[in-house]
């Protein structure tokens, strides 16, 4: 993907629905200071050439019963593209990952898996990342407390 050259009007735009993405273009444009066909065009555009990937709800984890999350390190037998790219296949199945990550390092892989706890990990171990192709080893670590999340990147 090509470098998208952003303004100051763009950057000014995605703060704001990096903080509200459900603002109406009325509100948004009024924020930005633009005309409501501008800043519409202004959106329009930054969606189509991919700078706004997509829209989506940050849940609260608590109340719908995941609160713990556990980073799993997985080395796996090969490095061989084929084994990756089937890997990467499966593991994006189980729907407690919310992301895994190619590593440089010990490991070749971070998943952050998400549970209601250490017996509902155990679940997930025996049926999801056990069962994973090509992993030599696992290694798991539960986190004690979230410190903090981004859901928005600073545009400077």
Same mark, same amino acid.
């Given at each position: 993907?090509?470098?998208?050259?952003?303004?100051?009007?763009?950057?000014?735009? =995605? #703060?704001?629905?990096?903080? %509200?993405?459900?603002?109406?273009?009325? $509100?948004?444009?009024? /924020?930005?200071?633009?005309?409501? @066909?501008?800043?519409?065009?202004?959106?329009?555009?930054?969606?189509?050439?991919?700078?706004?990937?997509?829209?989506?709800?940050?849940?609260?984890?608590?109340?719908?019963?995941?609160?713990?999350?556990?980073?799993?390190?997985?080395? =796996? #037998?090969?490095?061989?593209? %084929?084994?990756?790219?089937?890997?990467? $296949?499966?593991?994006? /199945?189980?729907?407690?990952?919310? @992301?895994?990550?190619?590593?440089?390092?010990?490991?070749?892989?971070?998943?952050?898996?998400?549970?209601?706890?250490?017996?509902?990990?155990?679940?997930?171990?025996?049926?999801?990342?056990?069962?994973?192709?090509?992993?030599?080893? =696992?290694?798991?670590?539960?986190?004690?407390?979230?410190?903090?999340?981004?859901?928005?990147?600073?545009?400077?």
């Amino acid at each position: 993907m090509r470098l998208i050259d952003l303004d100051a009007m763009d950057r000014a735009i =995605l #703060a704001t629905l990096q903080r %509200d993405a459900r603002i109406t273009n009325a $509100d948004l444009a009024e /924020r930005v200071h633009l005309s409501p @066909s501008a800043c519409l065009r202004r959106v329009r555009r930054l969606e189509r050439d991919g700078v706004i990937d997509h829209y989506t709800a940050v849940l609260n984890r608590e109340a719908i019963g995941l609160p713990t999350s556990v980073f799993v390190e997985i080395s =796996l #037998a090969s490095q061989r593209e %084929d084994v990756l790219d089937e890997f990467e $296949d499966v593991v994006m /199945r189980a729907p407690e990952v919310m @992301s895994c990550h190619l590593m440089a390092g010990a490991a070749d892989y971070l998943v952050h898996v998400v549970c209601d706890g250490v017996e509902d990990y155990e679940r997930i171990h025996r049926s999801h990342l056990a069962q994973l192709p090509h992993v030599n080893r =696992l290694r798991s670590s539960f986190a004690i407390r979230n410190v903090g999340d981004r859901s928005h990147i600073s545009l400077g």
